[in-house]
């Protein structure tokens, strides 16, 4: 099994920046797909970027891309996502996970463990 602690979050003025982090305990990290995905109020919670077990493959939500980076340390058993030129359409209560199905995996369901989220609020 594996547990995953987000830190990070906050709020942030409109173009701003902030970096999540995702620690992992318990299994070995380095076999997991992971994933960070949002949830706004009264919205779904999307795919907002993921990143394969190696690191070398990364995959975006596309009103993201150009804007957010994941990244992983897998010695530090840490998955990173680091937000730049932020929106208010980016405030939602952002989760990390992890999956043993696929690399970039935009379905909820293909993850099996989740943190408990972390808030990010972007003031305009």
């Known amino acids: 099994q594996v547990q995953l602690v987000e830190s990070g979050g906050g709020l942030v003025q409109a173009g701003g920046s902030l970096r999540l982090s995702c620690a992992a305990s318990g299994r070995t990290f380095s076999r997991y797909r992971m994933g960070w995905f949002r949830q706004a109020p009264g919205k779904e919670r999307e795919f907002v970027a993921g990143?394969?077990?190696?690191?070398?493959?990364?995959y975006y939500l596309d009103s993201v891309k150009g804007r957010f980076t994941i990244s992983r340390d897998n010695a530090k058993n840490t998955v990173y996502l680091q937000m730049n030129s932020l929106k208010s359409e980016d405030t939602a209560v952002y989760y990390c996970?992890?999956?043993?199905?696929?690399?970039?995996?935009?379905?909820?369901?293909?993850?099996?463990?989740w943190g408990q989220g972390t808030q990010v609020t972007v003031s305009s």
């Open positions: 990143i394969s077990w190696s690191g070398g493959q990364t």
């Open positions: 996970a992890a999956s043993t199905v696929a690399a970039g995996t935009p379905w909820v369901g293909e993850y099996e463990y």
